[in-house]
C-alpha cells in the first residue's frame, strides 16, 4: 500500500502515544541524556535499521550511514562523526556494517555506471581490485557477498587507522572497532572476526580475517 507523506505524520503520533502509554516517561528520559555505547556505521539501505537489528533503544546507539557503509580519509562527515561519538559520547564500541545484497556493493563489483555516485563507488571498487585473485577463486555466485566482507573489513582498518582512533589509542581511551555483515535475507548478523582495539593488532587481525572470507565463500 502506498503511503503519503501525512501518512508518516499520522504513524509518528500513533507511535508516540502508544510509546507513552506503555512506558511512562520514555521521552522525558532521552531528553535528559544521549550516552551511548556504540556507534554504528553502516548502509544507508532502508532494509538495514541499526536499532532494531540489535534490539538497541532510541539512545543507545549513535549511527553514520551512507551507500555501502565506506569510511574513507576524505570524507569529513564520517570522521566528524566518529569523533563525536569517541572524544564527546566516550563510546566503547564502533561496528562497522555492511549487508548482503547490498546494491552499492553489487554495482561496484559489476561495475556500473550511476553518475556521481560512481565516485563514491569507486573507493570499492579499490577493494574488489585489491581482492581480485581472492574473489576469481571463489565461486562465481558467492562473489558479491565476499566484496561485503571484503569492504567491510577494509572499512574497519580505515577506522583504525583514522586520526581520530590513533590518537584515541594513545591516550588509553578503550574503544574497539567491529567488522559485521547483516543478512537481509535471515535477518542475522554475522561477525567477520575482524575486532581492533589498538593499532599494534590490526595487521595479524586483517590477515586472519581475509582467510576468515576466503574459508566461508570457498
Known amino acids: 500500500m502506498n503511503k503519503s507523506v501525512n501518512d508518516l505524520f499520522s504513524h509518528n503520533r500513533q507511535w508516540a502515544a502508544q510509546m507513552e502509554r506503555e512506558r511512562p516517561g520514555f521521552f522525558t528520559g532521552l531528553v535528559k541524556q544521549q550516552t551511548p555505547k556504540y556507534m554504528w556505521i553502516g548502509c544507508s539501505d532502508s532494509r538495514v535499521p541499526a536499532n532494531q537489528i540489535t534490539g538497541l533503544e532510541p539512545g543507545e546507539v549513535f549511527v553514520h550511514r551512507n551507500v555501502a557503509n565506506v569510511v574513507v580519509h576524505s570524507d569529513l562527515n564520517a570522521l566528524s562523526a566518529i569523533q563525536f561519538a569517541v572524544e564527546r559520547l566516550k563510546v566503547e564500541h564502533i561496528m562497522v556494517v555492511g549487508h548482503y545484497g547490498c546494491s552499492g556493493v553489487q554495482a561496484a563489483f559489476e561495475g556500473a555506471r550511476i553518475g556521481l555516485a560512481d565516485n563514491w563507488l ?24 565476499a566484496l561485503c566482507d571484503l569492504n567491510v573489513i577494509e572499512q574497519v582498518v580505515n577506522v583504525c587507522v583514522s586520526t581520530v582512533m590513533v590518537d584515541g589509542w594513545a591516550r588509553g581511551q578503550q574503544v574497539s572497532i567491529h567488522g559485521w555483515a547483516f543478512g537481509v535475507h535471515d535477518g542475522l548478523l554475522q561477525d567477520l572476526k575482524m575486532t581492533v582495539s589498538s593499532t599494534d593488532s590490526i595487521e595479524p587481525l586483517y590477515r586472519a580475517a581475509i582467510q576468515g572470507v576466503v574459508a566461508a565463500r570457498g
Open 122 to 145: 569507486r573507493h570499492i571498487q579499490d577493494v574488489r581490485d585489491r581482492h581480485r585473485d581472492l574473489l576469481e577463486r571463489l565461486p562465481e555466485a558467492q562473489r558479491a557477498n
